[in-house]
């Protein structure tokens, strides 16, 4: 991660109370990080009642063309209606009491036919998905998860999909000692790489999941070789913004 890159995500932590994992990849972060902190800004900047923000991730397609895949969200931010905060006018940034995910779905575009993957609603926070990588036989999904938290403190996560059975992969078993983790790459068909880095003193490791068969082990150290497949193409995208006074 470049040092610009660490405050940009450190500013919108400050700015919105909540968003800034170390973790977020060099390569695609580059490109979306402006809209992911112009997104939190607008959730941050009005002392109205609520606020509603609908996104649209990233778009990750197969090589031939043939599937596509991206995340559609819808984040709220309520404010106490006896916050300080919104008495009169004020041009401050107005934390939230509450932030939840009211919406998450994977959208799956495949041969001109769509399905999608809903998930459940999480009343604790802002979660925004990042479609990274497919496995190499297509079956499985990699996104990364940047979180922020109700009470303020950031996170960060990867989710796997099962797109051939339409669900979600339970991944606990990954990063179990750390604070944040990230997705690095591919290191074998069935295999990629997850950097998991903790609070504090910023301790980092280095895991490997295998898809198949949900396998979890360490490395010693970040693998120098690895692959993605698929196409990441697009930003993140505020697609609708609602304010409630």
Known sequence: MTKQLLTALLTANIVV??????????????????????????????????????Y???????????????VEGLLRKIVAPNSPLRQGDSAEYCYPDVRETVIREL?????????????????????????????ADGRYLVADLQIAYTGGDPGAQITLFDLDNSEVVSTSEVCQNF?????????????????????????????????QSGEVRQLSARPTSVTDYGVVEGELEVTKTQIFH
């Open 56 to 70: 649209q991730s990233e778009r990750l397609s197969t090589t031939d063309g043939g599937t596509e895949v991206y």
């Open 107 to 135: 959208v799956i575009n495949n041969n001109g036919e769509t399905r999608r993957i809903t998930m459940d609603a999480y009343d604790q926070g802002y979660l925004i998905y990042s479609p990274r990588s497919f496995s």
């Open 179 to 211: 604070d944040f983790e990230n997705y690095i790459g591919f290191i074998s068909p069935t295999e990629f790489a997850v950097h998991c880095m903790a609070y504090g003193d910023m301790i980092e490791g280095f895991e490997v999941i295998d898809v």
């Open 17 to 54: 109370g909540g968003l800034a994992s170390p973790l977020v990849a060099q390569d695609s972060a580059q490109d979306s990080v402006s809209s992911l902190i112009q997104m939190l800004e607008s959730l941050g900047q009005r002392c109205n009642r609520a606020t509603e923000v609908s």
